[in-house]
Structure formats: structure tokens, C-alpha cells
């Protein structure tokens, strides 16, 4: 299952690539990208850059602070990028990181944005194993979700891949507020958590504040920890 998903992954981005480049090349090379979901053939390509001091993702901890690095290509309606995040050091010269990488196509189902996705996390040394997901969201306006309806983790180490699935909503409460429910389940961890984050800008930089809680069956305040627990951390970045 797991080649399965990852020749997926690696036939999808493949094909991603080459509709972009055709994409682009019809519209005769460059121009000013929109934003996913957007109809048209313009291209673009952005860099961010930004800070965490936390890192917390889908309610479970990772690191206590983390830098992080990414890229990001639209053409059309398509979009492919690249996230870089360390996730602790072994040592000094020899850091941990998260490398993500993903692609997919923005359209409308119905008269609503939607898109359908592929997603892989790789680590570097022994930090996890890897994890490789397809992914399908649509945005109704009051509400959002983003939902997992394929995931596969690399168990590593002799043991069986798993399966595991993962559900979010997103309500916005205010321009700069927005809260969010979600929840994980794979393997023997299922677990749900809340999130309330603010966004602003500050200095040419996203500024987001966000608090949370997961429940007894979340990752806490250290890795691996099940424990009910509250978190909070802010995040910067600098998009170019």
C-alpha cells in the first residue's frame, strides 16, 4: 500500500509539473499569479520565510521552536510547493528537519471552492517516519473544512505502514479571528483538538497568535506524552 500511494504521489506531482509548464507556456511565459482556486493561466512563483516558537501541528507538539522555509508555484488552478521545518537537532551540524512537499488543483464542486491534493512528510533521521496523504477541502464561506481521506505512515523498522485519517473544520469569527476544530485518528492514537488563532500584520510580516487544547488522546506538552493539554504559540513569516 505504501509504494501504491507513494507512485501516486510521484504520478500526480509528475503531471502537476507538466500541465504547469504547459499552462505557462500558452500563456506565453510569465505573469502575475492569483490565488488558488482562481480561474486563469497566469503563473507565479513565491518564497516564504518565518519563525515558530512552538511547533504545533494538528493539535500535536513537534518542537519547542522551529524555523521554517518554503516555496510555492501556481499556474491556473494548479499549485505545487515545498515546506522546510526543523524538528529538533541530533547535533549542532547534523539539525532534524520536516520536508514537505505537495500538489494539487483548485476547483469549483457545485459552486464551491474545492480542491483535491497530495501531500508527503519526510524527516530526516530518526525524528518520525514518513507519512504520505491524499487530501480534499471545500470553503462554503461561513464555514471550511480540509479532511485526509487517504493517509499512509511508514511505520519503519520492520512493522506494517498504517493507515490514518485526519478531519478539519475552520470557522472565521472576525476578519483577524478564526477558530478551528479537528480531529486524528490512525493506528492506536485518536484524538481531537481546538484551536482560536489571531492574524495580523506587522512590519511586512503574517503574524498569527493561536491558542489550543487537545484531549486525553492527543500528543502534549512533550512528544509522545498522551495527555489532555493547552498550548500556545505565535508564528512570523515573510512571504517574497
Known sequence: MGKTIKNTFA???????????????????AGTGEGKGDQGSSSAISYNVGF???????????????????????????YLGTWWVD???????????EID??????????????YLGVMGYYYTDDFDQDYEEVSFGMDFGLFSFDSVI????KAGNG?????????????????SIGYSWQTFTG?????????LTYSTAFAGADVDLTIGRNNDGGAGATQNSDQ???YAFLSMSYSF
Open 87 to 97: 524538528v529538533g537537532a541530533s547535533s549542532l551540524h547534523d539539525p532534524s528537519l
Open 187 to 195: 493506528g492506536s492514537i485518536h484524538y481531537a483538538a481546538h484551536e
Open 159 to 175: 512493522n506494517a505502514s498504517s493507515d490514518y485519517g485526519h478531519f478539519k473544520v475552520n470557522v472565521p469569527i472576525s476578519d
Open 228 to 230: 489532555e493539554t493547552g
Open 101 to 114: 512537499l505537495y500538489t494539487g488543483y483548485n476547483f469549483n464542486l457545485f459552486g464551491v471552492p474545492s
Open 150 to 153: 487517504f493517509g499512509d505512515y
Open 52 to 78: 515558530m516558537t512552538a511547533y504545533w501541528y494538528r493539535g500535536a507538539f513537534q518542537n519547542d521552536s522551529a524555523i521554517n522555509f518554503g516555496a510555492d508555484y501556481e499556474a491556473g488552478n494548479f
Open 11 to 29: 504520478g500526480i506531482l509528475l503531471l502537476t509539473m507538466s500541465l504547469s509548464t504547459a499552462t505557462t507556456a500558452s500563456a506565453g511565459g
